[in-house]
């Protein structure tokens, strides 16, 4: 599985990441407003994240893969869907359920991969027993 999705996926606790970005100027250069988050990583990788009601876009490009995409998170109580593209033609689909301060996430693209990972405020993440 490429590094970007579980970052990706993470999408409950993305928010809580791209802050900790803003904050750490050697993580990532970050601009904000209201609703919308844009970085810059040191190591040129983009990403945005916009917000508008339940939902959730984030937009970026991957240096090491050379390849835009973007996925569309919604929200509905404590399950989270999600559905995403690359500028390859690869896309995946998958959600989170968050239980207390633990999301579990499971998701598939059609590249072939598939995952399930656990991600806890403080532990991060990790996969998840199948």
Known sequence: MRSFLKFV???PMLLLALDASAQSPMLANCTRSANLLACVD???NAYSVMTAGNTLYLRGFEVNGRRYWAQTTSRYGQLTFFTGIASDGETWVGYSRRVGWTTLNRFSSSGGSTGKF????I???QDAPR
Do not use: E, H, I
């Open 123 to 125: 532990s991060g993440c």
């Open 9 to 11: 996926f993470a999408s």
């Open 118 to 121: 656990l991600c806890g405020r």
């Open 42 to 44: 040191g190591q040129g």
